[in-house]
């Protein structure tokens, strides 16, 4: 056994083995009231070039800055007479003629930061751009909605993103459902220190540990019990993204408590070569997409989905000298789900005769757009767990 399995295993086996006595009422389901609708957030890691993905197809700027990074009109997927998708994002385009997409463009924050960690942590917390803030937004919305049940936030990945890092409650991190519910029940782990399953562990450090297990643990068995009930039998790629939006599948079609699921999808960091690397990964997004989509509305659940694209800014307008572009500021969103209230392009194109510096402005604080899907999808206080009000958009 590897060692970082049985640290997990050792933590889960623990805290099943002695439950301090007022945690006894977080075993099984809980008692999340959920309105049965799913958030999925997809992370663009590294800065997605936005200028590249809805292209100003006709416009004289943007082709003379980008003379060989620039896509053309005849290859681009149009949307309007002005607009198009990249090449790559079929599927996409096919989701925007049905009417389940919506785009939103120039979204960003007030005195924007161009590092990958500095701003990301920024789109994570839904903090001003000179305060350091600890817990993340959709954290928040575990504490305010969800306290106790780690399961109701569900990143695919080893590690947990400060985005699902609330104060009281946190999300989970898991690659496998099966995997992490075979660690946790293994025989030998549930040797370990069986000595002191009679301790109450009353202390503050050790109360706050053996309750985080215990949740834990919880959802672990409650996330298996569901996921073995209807499992995706549809067809996804092979790829990360596609394995890993099949695991959402099957999840959303189990009728699990989770509210939110979180992928990321990288690097877009294309400072060289970004032609041939952002088409590598548009491909990978839209063929997960494309049949992730396909497989919920197949089983009545489209409408009760939304998928959100968002990275932690945007590129420069003009293209560098390594065939590629760098580091920006405002960025476009992408929406996708069958419940959509307000469809095709929401928002004017950026202007590209308005520059700040060589870099877009924004017109759209991502914030408004975090409190749009709060209040208008999970039915929460957005004002609550963003700390202010900044109003609502009407998308959702």
């Not at 053996?210 to 209807?230: D, I, P, V």
């Not at 394995?243 to 959402?248: E, Q, W």
């Not at 989509?293 to 800014?313: R, Y």
């Amino acid at each position: 056994m590897q060692r970082r399995d049985f640290i997990k295993g050792s933590s889960l086996a623990a805290a099943s083995l002695w439950l301090p006595k007022f945690l006894t009422d977080l075993q099984g389901p809980g008692r999340l009231a959920l309105n049965g609708k799913s958030l999925v957030m997809i992370q663009l890691s590294g800065g997605n070039d936005g200028l590249n993905t809805v292209i100003p197809v006709r416009n004289d700027i943007y082709h003379k800055e980008r003379p060989k990074l620039g896509i053309k009109q005849a290859d681009a997927l149009r949307l309007t007479d002005e607009v198009g998708l990249h090449p790559a994002l079929t599927g996409l385009k096919q989701l925007y003629d049905a009417g389940d997409m919506a785009i939103l463009n120039n979204v960003g924050y007030p005195n924007p930061d161009r590092s990958h960690f500095r701003s990301m942590d920024i789109w994570h917390t839904g903090s001003p751009a000179d305060q350091y803030w600890s817990t993340g937004w959709i954290g928040r919305y575990l504490d305010a909605q969800c306290a106790g049940r780690p399961s109701a936030a569900l990143e695919i990945d080893d590690t947990l993103s400060l985005a699902l890092k609330g104060a009281q409650t946190k999300g989970m991190a898991l690659r496998d459902v099966q995997r992490l519910y075979e660690i946790s029940k293994n025989p030998f782990l549930h040797a370990v220190d069986k000595s002191q399953h009679d301790h109450d562990h009353e202390e503050a450090p050790v109360g706050y540990l053996y309750k985080t297990m215990a949740e834990t643990l919880s959802s672990t068995a409650y996330l298996q019990e569901q996921n073995r009930k209807k499992p995706s039998t549809a067809d996804y790629p092979s790829t990360e993204l596609g394995r890993h939006l099949k695991t959402i599948a099957s999840l959303i079609l189990a009728d699990t408590n989770t509210a939110v699921y979180y992928v990321s999808l990288g690097s877009f960091d294309t400072h060289i070569n970004q032609d041939g690397q952002q088409k590598r990964l548009f491909s990978e997004l839209n063929d997960a997409i494309a049949a992730f989509s396909k497989d919920l509305n197949a089983q009545g659940k489209w409408d009760e989905v939304l998928v959100a694209t968002f990275s932690e800014f945007g590129r420069r307008v003009s293209q560098n000298a390594s065939g590629g572009t760098d580091h920006g500021t405002a960025n476009n969103m992408m929406f996708m789900g069958g419940g959509l209230q307000q469809k095709g392009l929401l928002n004017a194109m950026p202007n590209l005769s308005d520059l700040d510096n060589g870099d877009l402005k924004y017109q759209i604080d991502f914030r408004q757009v975090y409190a749009t899907i709060l209040g208008g999808w999970l039915e929460a206080d957005p004002t609550a767990v963003m700390g202010q009000d900044f109003g609502r958009l009407g998308f959702v």
